[in-house]
């Protein structure tokens, strides 16, 4: 057996943190492939990926022509790796070297599961973002303000915590689960597609937690904050098809419109405050 760990890293615009973020991968423990799929940066993005590349034999990169979008890009480089353990990371997070060797080791134990850990920001704040529930969109339709919150609070007494979902910044996961789930969902061009592909994996029977004592850096956000209404655009149509998907069978008619206004109604709500930007 393969005990490796194949990292993938998906980039857009990345240049500000990506030469950090490889700094980091290169000197993890447990890493035997890098593995980093370009969706058309004008950045600079590729010139840092042919610097580390050419120093690195671990790291090998696809520098595709146009932005096929995150779950496409990841299931690329899935597809040019050959380690049996896959870690999806973003390019804004900053690993310590001993934190993905810690999880493997946790994992392992588990049997098929999907793996997170806390993440933090520059400041030390962690995300709240990192464990969530899974989208309840008749709770959507009753209390509107409330439905969309999925922020799961941390358990400090359990150190490997059990949630329906976690962030997309940081995953590990066996490559033989992301195999028997059909790996990301390339319907979805940014954003939920971590939410489907969680929702996959408990469906199979597999677990997944978050490790509570290890912590990344995340410098979050850094390739969409020149695209805001890129990013609100398809993270609604990304939970429509999320519902569509998981849920919209075992509902009626009426339920299936309400569900679809009330996601485009809140994606017209964020209009001004994104203007205000």
Not at 8 to 35: K, N
Not at 67 to 85: E, H, I, L, R, Y
Not at 125 to 144: E, H, I, T
Request: charged share 20%.
């Amino acid at each position: 057996m393969n005990n490796g760990i194949a990292a993938i890293v998906v980039t857009y615009q990345s240049a500000s943190t990506l030469d950090a973020c490889l700094q980091h991968l290169r000197a993890a423990e447990g890493i035997a492939q890098i593995r980093v799929v370009d969706n058309a940066s004008s950045d600079g993005t590729v010139e840092i990926l042919q610097r580390h590349a050419s120093a690195d034999p671990r790291v090998r990169f696809i520098a595709n022509p146009d932005n096929p979008g995150f779950a496409t890009a990841n299931n690329q480089g899935v597809a040019a790796s050959s380690c049996d353990w896959l870690a999806f990371v973003n390019p804004d997070v900053m690993l310590p070297p001993t934190t993905l060797a810690h999880l493997q080791q946790r994992a392992m134990s588990l049997g098929d599961c999907l793996l997170g850990v806390e993440q933090v920001d520059e400041q030390g704040v962690p995300d709240p973002a990192v464990r969530r529930r899974a989208p309840d969109f008749l709770q959507m339709l009753r209390s509107p303000g409330q439905g969309g919150k999925l922020a799961i609070v941390r358990d400090p007494t359990q150190p490997l915590q059990r949630v329906p979902a976690l962030s997309g910044a940081l995953l590990l996961m066996p490559r033989a689960l992301f195999e028997r789930v059909g790996g990301w969902d390339a319907g979805y061009r940014l954003h939920v597609e971590d939410l489907d592909l969680c929702r996959s994996v408990v469906e199979a029977g597999a677990v997944v937690a978050v490790a509570n004592d290890l912590q990344v850096l995340h410098v979050r956000g850094v390739s969409s904050r020149s695209r805001p209404f890129f990013v609100e655009w398809h993270k609604h149509r990304g939970l429509w098809r999320y519902f569509c998907k998981f849920e919209a069978r075992r509902r009626s008619v009426p339920v299936r419109v309400a569900v679809w206004g009330a996601i485009w109604a809140h994606a017209l709500l964020q209009v001004p405050r994104l203007l205000m930007r």
